[in-house]
């Protein structure tokens, strides 16, 4: 009996001990939602390229929603092209089960295919007193081969209400190029900026994209870049019915509003 004693005290500690070890882990880090990296652009998916829209196209048949959708698209072409991997890696983590690390550290580890091309994606999150740090690394493999680059990083609201995102130009150039901040309220991202932070002629370029009550219920308003100065573009729309009007001193000539209909045409505003 006293053998047994010991042997059994000695099962009860390490159940305990073992139990306390799980619960330490707590439980992952929410993932920011997909929408917190994009803006949504589909009211203006099919403009012309940007070196199509020049001022002697102004007042044809579509020319308003043209130059929203133009002006829009230098943005969309970003988050297309140069930051197109680390986009699609993020998007590919919520499908993914992260595996603990060490203390308030998650990590979820993954491939992810993108034009052809696989990469390897690890993801970490360590959780803070008030908000999550998230690094996303990235490998390239076959004929993109590079060694794991920091690709981006941010930081996020512990109750996933809101949090900015910092990505590199790409993998050869680990340079900040693109900072997005965004909020959320309840299940909807209502609110995304982008900001270019890069050193040159960009520099604090930016959209901001955002969700309102009014009838136009939603905007774009826009710094970019036209090859000579920085220009200002205000752009609402509505998400139902795709009308919308958008207002440019240095491309229309004025602080007028101009407006299109919902089949994207020129009309006269109200």
Known sequence: MKKIFPIV????????????CKKDKGEPPVLPPQESMVIDFTNFASAK?????????????????EYA?????????IINTTLAVPVAAFKAAVDQTPVFVST???????NVTYLNTTYKARLTGQIGSSDVQWKMYITG??????AEVLWFEGTSKIDGTGGQWILNQDALSP????????????????YVKYTYVKTDSFLNSYIEYGLTSNVLNAYYTIEYYNGVKKSDVNIEWNTTTYNGHVKSVDYLGDSNWYCWDSNKSNTVCP
């Open 9 to 20: 005290l000695i099962l009860i500690l390490s159940t305990g001990f073992f139990t306390g």
């Open 49 to 65: 390229k940007s070196d199509e829209v020049i001022p002697g196209q102004k007042g044809t048949e579509n020319s308003n929603w």
């Open 69 to 77: 959708a133009t002006v829009a698209g230098y943005w969309k072409l």
């Open 104 to 110: 308030k550290l998650w990590q979820w580890s993954y």
């Open 141 to 146: 493999e076959g004929a993109n081969a590079f």
């Open 175 to 190: 340079v900040a190029f693109l900072q997005i901040d965004w909020t959320k309220t309840a299940t909807v991202v209502g």
